[in-house]
């Protein structure tokens, strides 16, 4: 089977760091667009990282420059390092893996992890 699992969630304060790992088994890693969406409560969820096959980045823009994303083919790991985290940064954060070159919408994306929560206090 499948198996997506997050780790590296927690409470943080505004300004401070966490970073994010997400392993996956049960796929060929290197052959998925990897990422990571965000769902915060109220609202719908959102692409917030994605790479794609050959390990180039994007982002949602109200996190470039602080969130980095990056994958280690190697290790089946995707990872998601957020610096300068403020209270809208609050949110389950999901893992997930498409089969197609970029990830998807949250509708058509292949595998989801469980999700971990992050929150930022202020």
């Known amino acids: 089977q499948v198996q997506l699992v997050e780790s590296g969630g927690g409470l943080v304060q505004a300004g401070g760091s966490l970073s994010l790992s997400c392993a996956a088994s049960?796929?060929?890693?290197?052959?998925?667009?990897m990422g990571w969406f965000r769902q915060a409560p109220g609202k719908e969820r959102e692409i917030v990282a994605g790479t794609r096959w050959n390990g180039s980045t994007y982002y949602a823009d109200s996190v470039k420059g602080r969130f980095t994303i990056s994958r280690d083919n190697a290790k089946n790991t995707v990872y998601l390092q957020m610096n300068s985290l403020n209270p809208d940064d609050t949110a389950v954060y999901y893992c997930?893996?498409?089969?197609?070159?970029?990830?998807?919408?949250?509708?058509?994306?292949?595998?989801w992890g469980q999700g971990t929560q992050v929150t930022v206090s202020s």
């Open positions: 997930a893996a498409d089969r197609a070159s970029v990830l998807r919408g949250p509708a058509r994306v292949d595998y």
């Open positions: 049960g796929l060929t890693f290197s052959r998925y667009a």
